[in-house]
């Protein structure tokens, strides 16, 4: 447990008290986990539209002549693909075979970057990327001064429109602009999300995050928005396959073992890219496969995966029972021979070992 | 949240009921709070005999999973048939619908062990 006074507080903390949220100690701050409940909520943004306060994400400018060429180096996907107003998410691996985080990377221009980092891995990431920086890119870490709001679900962007020139209606999915919103200046909206429901992501300063928040919340009234809470994002998040930090994927897993090979780009050279490389080409002992329990039981962070005779064949390393499919879903680690969809596993959960089957991801198909 | 002053409380967050040497067992308003959405009462000690703080049965929330313990030593001779299919009954109704187990004491003194009301909400600090 971590000590309440060492915890971080995001910009409006207070606000979520008020709410009625729980509020969870989370990579080092305080944060709201759910506040009607994560069924009610995971329902509000898959069907209407919901709010995440996500400030706790690490955000990171760099800028000058080198910045592209150090994200190039250090990330795994082919920044050269990006233009301006393009997001792009990518990994950052390690010398080992592991990876340091997963992030997003805005190209603001050809001189200037964001990368969106997981707050867990804040620290991590920057002395990575400061202790590489051998040709002097500016970099800045904005995250203590930085609010983020995620707003999702299909209703945002009619809901959000009002309350800004730029073109949210059109705004293509991973891409992004910069303007004014609800009467601030300088705030950057991308379309992305860790849903899978569409909508948006809200950067602003922290000195803004009241009005923003306040307006956004007068703004979707009519469509029933309400605010989420962190546990309705990993039910959400893990419905669509996607990874999360620490669970799914860290210092000691592959992007290629992963299923992360679309991220991996080979046409540039990159961290560890070599070893990568020949993961791909020669193949991985060990996968990351998504599986729907076929008898009773939720799968959970960490139980065994064993196959039919009861041998260990992997872990979970994420499991819940999904709100919008009914069903007890969850991912983990399998050795190759069982990663085929159609693969039957068995989790052990308490005494019994359940029948699961290996699936195709996502679990959720609008 | 709501703690009927005619219930008895384990620290672990159980209520029990009694009615002469049966006993009807569940979980707090508090402890339903902290678990979030309820899927799953996994129950399978229909007809054992379990003695004080052992483990009757599971449950399952979204997020997190949780054991359940005997508040007394017993025979478990019912379990909620209506849990089944309404899990969330837990959630809605903890001191109703929601029951878990039905005891029959078999050691009636360990009751003076058990938390009152009052006793109770000073733990949760309700």
Redesign the interface.
Known sequence: MEAATDLKHIALSDIHVKLGAKMVPFAGYLMP??YE???AEHETVRNRIGVFDVSHMGEFILKGEHAMELIQRLTSNDVAKLVDGKVQYSCIPNEDGGIVDDLLVYRIDDKSYMLVVNASNIDKDWNWFVSRNTKGVEMHNISDKTSLLAVQGPLAAAALQPLTSMDLLNMEYYTFAKGDFAGCENVLVSATGYTGAGGFEIYVENKDAEKVWNAVFEAGKDHGIKPIGL?AR??LRLEMGFCLYGNDIDDTTSPIEAGLGWITKFTKDFTNSSALKLQKETGVSRKLVGFEMMD???P?HDYLIQDATGNTIGKVTSG??S?SLQKAIGMGYVTAEFAKEGSEIFIPV?DKAIKAKVVKLPFYKK | MNFPDQLKYTKDHEWIMVDGNIATVGITDFAQGEL??I??V?ITSAGETLSAETVFG?V?A??T?SDLFMPVSGKVVEVNPHLESNPESV?KDPYGNGWMIKIEISNAPELEHLLSSAAYQQLVGA
């Open positions: 986990v759910s409940g994560i069924n546990g990993d039910t009773r039981g939720i959970r819940t029972q709100p308490r | 979030g959405d899927v799953y996994d599971t399952e979204v997020k999973v959630n």
